[in-house]
């Protein structure tokens, strides 16, 4: 065993092991209780960043312990490859742009890239040891999941569970694609409340209160509450705005009346609550801003072809020149934007396909009662979503490199044509050069237009419990894989992923899809400020910190933060994992100096030291409680109690205690029997905390396993071994009890020292303590090594109150 542990050489070397003998490989044939995880499929949009491998390495930590428990793991790899994301990727990489070539160029240039990223993030997961199942990978593109998305398509427009509509949908002016309502994220900035002054026809006026006067050509009515005694004389007459528009002023109890002037426009549309007032009240649409974000169709034509936001300004000018505006207040307002590219949302009747989701909000909540969470805390967020839907969910995008929707329209009745089932599991659909076979006879392929919008990729990736029990079964694995065992996921999609997943799950298998979800937090790069590839915030990437640090002290990072909550990169905390490991090594090389390694593989000292038994006492203890949070999902409470043990009891007080027992055996009454049980008891828990730690640092650990321990455990990896259990035989509650009379005197002796300015080394005479009986048998039980430690000639005992002194 080298001295010195070559950190990067070495775990290039074990990752490579892993590979060429398929130690993480899925059984499909196997017994064993079945736990699969269904992994985040990273999107394809550029490098990972470092709140990938935080949130990943949790989940993989947890993967290697169930392992280690005796289950069969299912934890397979996807990469979620198409969508705007994707898109926007390519043509940054190409400098194409997808409106300037044919669709299949496109497509054929997205597949190139993806594969190129794809190969990237493969060779990350391998650098940080993830011990996923390569054989068990999937991308959200390849033709079998699109197979897989189209079928399902077709399933639930059967089952009417998708409708097409012409609705006001949610739009991104940037991107030229709708965006589904758990899309968006609401944000507050800086802008104006406007006091208007509407006149009234039958005589008098109003002052209605907007923010979004650049809308008031597309004014439908106005509105105030019907408990506004303010306005129950003017209830039902004709308001005429500053621009010759007439419309009624009606009454609607959603109104603030203590907002503003208590008086609203209702324009098409605003906001939300404009749609829901248009619905409810039967009011006829006018449209004025278009798909691209600006101003058309206006009969105020100083605003045509304005973009919204100067559209606004220029209203304004126009209404204060008018005498219209009575008061302009600058207020802080939240705005809906579009979660990815932070663009302000705009509401644009398109006919689009929606799941209708609404009005099974009983069954949603049915799902998500069932499923446990991690932790618990988490429940409430999805339970509020659900609460909060006030959209059905959007599932058509206009978009070019999408899983296609296999659909075509009859010319000549309006009707769509859906593909037979023989079609649909014959292979991907591609409407556009693909004829049905379910054309009518009456028809020719000149009566027929295929559709040329693409599923959203979210519906894709809402289906990877199906996706990856199809992979498994193509792989030979003849169970059920569904309801999977566990979810990982950000916090932050659970409005997204979570909610699609278990709308999925609904409609296709009228079940819950996961037993668990497992909600990790956020890398902050500041206060408040998410790390994300879209942004380009973090401080310091990946690659560069496995070239700085290496993987296990970067896992090390990853496992400190608590579940769910947010945290700030620190690389002080890499820093303390390097020490861990170099610690763990140089711990191997201490037994192999004191010979204790040759202990392994043979039988257990008949007569163990009180010191080796107190030490293997406290082991079971801390298994007990690794394995407690374990069981429990919480990983950093687990390796806290994990360093705890290894750093104080093990090297601090029990490695120091018993040095002298293991070079000189010769100054203690049956020495080699007692140099023996160090001995022993030192590579039996040595072999245990490697066991513990492997699913934190699982190279440097499986480094000394392969140095030591295979040839007599026999497995081929430490990470097929079992993990250990609590071994009965060393359960002591006592002796660890009673050791802390022994730590309080190790105590005594240090301080003494300390007072003396003498190095804690240093020898000094005979250690006299006044105790009691009981104290006086424990101290005797650990006399060898409390001399040893304390380096003292010898240790007696008077009656009294406790008191140590040195003479």
Known sequence: ???????????????????????YAFDPQSSKPLFSVDTPPPTVSGK????????????????????????????????????IPTEQLVEKETGVNSRQVSRQEFWDLCLSINEK?????????????FSVDRKQTYATITPEVQQLAQKRFVDMVRQWHIVSKVFPALRCTKTQSTTAQAEIEEKEIDSIFYDVCFSIKEGGEIIIATTRPELMPAIVAVFVHPDDTRYTHVVGKTAVTPFGDEIQIMTDDKVKMDKGSGAVMCCTYGDETDVYRTQKHNLQPKVIVNRYGKIENCHVDELNGLKVEDARIKIA???????????????????????????RVEIIPVKQRFVQILDHKDQRHRRNDAMIRVPTWMKKRSTDWIDNLSRDWNISRNRTFGIPIPVRYSRKTGDIILPSDAQLASGAIDPTSMMPDTLPAWHTTDDIEPE?????????????????AHIARKNGFMGNLLPMSLRVQAHDIIRTWLLYTTIHAHFAHDRKPFDTVMMSGHVLAGKGEKISKSKGNAKVEPDELLINWGADPVR???????????????????KNGNKLVMKLWNVGNFLQMTNSIDAIGTAQPSDLYATDRRILARLQETIAIVRKQLDAYEIGLAKIALEEFFRQDFCDVYLEMIKLR?????????????????????????????????PYIPHVTEELYQIWYRPFVGELSLHRCSYPSVDANFVHEEIVSCFTCCQTLIGEVRKYKTTKQLSLGAEIGEICVRCDDKKKKILTDFRDDLCAVAKASGLRFEDGEWSVEIR
């Not at 204060?320 to 663009?343: C, M």
């Not at 040329?452 to 990856?468: A, E, K, R």
């Not at 070079?663 to 490697?690: D, I």
């Open 1 to 23: 065993m080298s001295s010195s542990y070559s950190l990067h050489d070495r775990e290039k070397h074990r990752q490579q092991f892993w590979l060429e003998n398929n130690v």
């Open 48 to 83: 990972l960043h470092i709140g990938h491998i935080f949130s990943y390495t949790q989940a993989e930590c947890l993967v290697r312990y169930k392992r280690m428990t005796g289950y069969n793991v299912y934890y397979p790899m996807g990469y979620d490859d198409n969508g």
């Open 117 to 129: 990223f794809r190969q990237q993030y493969k060779n990350l997961w391998i650098n940080y040891g």
């Open 317 to 343: 000018e126009l209404l204060t020149q008018k005498g219209a505006v009575v008061r302009a207040t600058p207020i802080r307002q939240s705005v809906s934007f579009t979660e990815r590219w932070k663009v």
């Open 452 to 468: 040329m919008m693409v599923l959203d990729t979210w519906f894709t990736s809402g289906m990877t419990p199906d996706i990856n």
């Open 556 to 574: 090390y990072w990853a496992l400190s933060g608590q579940l769910g909550k947010d945290m700030i990169f620190d690389e002080g905390m890499i």
């Open 662 to 694: 293991l070079y000189k055996p010769e100054q203690f009454e049956n020495g080699t029997a007692k140099q023996q049980s160090a001995r022993w008891t030192c590579q039996s828990v040595f072999f245990s905390l490697l066991s513990l730690f492997a």
